[in-house]
C-alpha cells in the first residue's frame, strides 16, 4: 500500500481536538511528548466527552501505531522547545477533499480532509474555521509539564 512519510512539530499544550483515519497511521518521536487518546467507540453522536480520554508520555525514539480506531490529534509538547514527530499515514491522507458530500451517514460530518476525520474543541479556532465538527465536549484541558 503507497503511504507518504512527514513530520508534525510544534509546540501544543492543550487537547484542541481528535481525528482518526481508516488505516493506522505510524508515529517515531524525534523529540519527548504526550499523546491525549481515545477510541472512536467512545463517540456518542459524533462528540467525545473530556474525561474519556487516556494521557501516554512517549519517551524520543520511540515508533507507535494508532490504530484507526484510534483518536487523536498533535502531540502535546513536555518541553519548552516543543515536539518533533515523525507520521506515516497512507498516502493522500490529509489532503483537500475534492467535494464533501452529505450523504445522511453521521459519520460524514466528521470528514474535514481525505482520510481525516475530526472533532474540535469549540475553543479551537484555526479547526473550527477549517470546517471542522465542533464535538469535543468539556474542558480544553491543558498538559502542564
Known sequence: MPVQIGYCNGRNTTYNGFEYHKGS?????VTDFVLVLGHTYQLRDNKFYIGDERVFYVPEGTALEMYQTTLHLSPCRVRDEGFM????LPRGTNTPLD????NGDA????????????????DREPL???????????ENKEILY
Open 107 to 122: 459519520e460524514s460530518t466528521l470528514l474535514l480532509q481525505k482520510n481525516k476525520w475530526v472533532i474540535a474543541h469549540k
Open 85 to 88: 514527530d515523525i507520521v506515516i
Open 25 to 29: 497511521e505510524i508515529n517515531v518521536a
Open 99 to 102: 467535494k464533501k458530500e452529505k
Open 128 to 138: 473550527v474555521k477549517q470546517g471542522a465538527f465542533i464535538g469535543v465536549v468539556g
